[in-house]
């Protein structure tokens, strides 16, 4: 703890000589900074001298650190050293494990898997869907999270271990040998030609060297003999800036300002430009995009959008106009901090003003009457103040209460979609192709009556609305009045499970098929065999099929002049950038 406090010491002697050579503007805010880290300082000196009880240096401080942050940004985070292994899988993809998605089964009380990844060691060693861990190596796993059970999981790569499980379609308890090694999450889980030449690329994560993957992609895909393109990147929360910059480079001419950063040091203030080639300038191209579309994923849409290369389609994104660089701290901790905002080729800022921890996090995107008007290359108008608003607004289908009760795997789930989905697994060696499978009706009815046996109940939000609203009237007084009117809605409000499996049957029926689908054919079979489900990704291959809609929908208003957008030249960008965007 001396050592502690003498380094305190010194790096605030070392920060005081620095700021006393600053602008006299500047003393006040100096001040105050030194005072509260001298305060800082002595609080936890006295704490760690004369507290009733021996104090956790690394718990107590780190909890300080951490609320610090907390009166930031939700993207300012502070990883010790045990947790810096988070932030590399957040920047790189990688870990090393077995390469399988694990879940907490609450009926069971134990972590099963969920699903192996293609190609990676639990798949290779045979683990299948539903498998109860029950050890690894000599360490039990009964009982435990997730997180602790994933713990163990990971470990060095080439290292081999014991893995015991249970398989509930035999009952049977199995030990398997299983070696570790490095697992890269695929960026592009699937792409491929559909009906009428249109490609379909899906993007997840803008990890390390993605745009290496999409490029091939694309190409493998024009080999094929793709005429336009669907690149999808709903639900993508971002990554590498510079990976960004790579895949819009794919597909708009060499020298283009994409990116402009600025923050409060003149080095976090960059332009990111295109630099190469492009592969492609022409080709129709639609981008789907939803709410949880954000910062890199936006970079890539609303520099694709702003120069009028492609269509963008879904609903608002994110909106996170942010910038985060990693630095190295003392003792191997890492800090992510935000630096700089980004700006993309129309000029405009798509972070949401509310960013702060301390008014809620992001909470809503600004109403357009707040916003500030941009223009396109070609014209077209476009808004800054909250996320890429898309060209064509397309709602997904949402999900009713009882699918999500079914799917989720809270403390008083009777897991009941899960078993079922197992027992069918076991009943089925194969099943149809990917692609066009759907889960009989027949299939579907075994499902309702295993739920109405199972004793399944769920929270009915049309009951929950009634029940306040009766609160409501009986405090205003109009209940006694109403009482009838209220009697009556609550026997048409009565619950009926057969019913309401029955209204819902289309949307449990693609929930059924979609887990059956990944359990036969991994993530990939999953994405392919979702298209056929998928509003948004038809509505993009009309829109494709359809070339006139298509350039009306890239042209500007009759009304309105056409406001070139500038493209600045300047110096290429550094290759080696580190800053992220996440």
Known sequence: MKKFFLAFGLWLCAWGSTV??????????????????????????????????????DEVVGNGINYMLHSLDPYTVYYPEEKVKDLDLMISGKYAGIGALIR???ALKNVVIDEPYEHMPAAEVGLKKGDIVLAIGDSTMAGKDVAYVSSHLRGDAGTTFL???RRPSTNKKMKIRITRRAIQLPAVPYYGVQEGGVGYLDLNSFTTDCSKDVRRAFLDMKKQGMTSLVFDLRNNGGGSLQEAINIVNMFVPKGLTLVKTVGKMERANKEYKTTVEPIDTVMPIVVLVNGETAS??????GSLQDLDRAVVLGTRTYGKGLVQASMNLPYNASL?????????PSGRCIQAINYKHANGGYTEHIPDSLTHVFHTADGREVRDGGGIKPDVEVLPDSLPNIAFYLASSGRDSTEVMWNWELQYLKKHPSIGPAKTFVLS???YEDFKQTVLKSGFKYDRESRKYLENLVKLARFEGYYEDAKPEFDALEKKLSHNLAKDLDYNRQTLKKLLTSDLVSAYYYQRGSLENSLQFDKQWKKA????QNPAEYRKLLQPSADRPVVKAETAAGATVDAKAKTKVK
């Open 541 to 544: 291959v009309e829109i494709l």
């Open 441 to 443: 009706d027949a299939d």
């Open 163 to 165: 893995l015991t499980i």
């Open 20 to 57: 006393m050579a600053q602008n006299p503007a500047d003393k006040e805010h100096n001040f105050k900074v030194a005072k509260n880290l001298e305060t800082f300082s002595a609080i936890y000196k006295y704490l760690d001298m004369m507290y009733v009880d021996t104090l956790d240096a």
């Open 104 to 106: 907490y089964n609450f």
């Open 336 to 344: 992510k901090l935000t630096t700089s905002k980004y700006y993309i």
């Open 296 to 301: 890199a994923s936006e970079i890539t849409s």
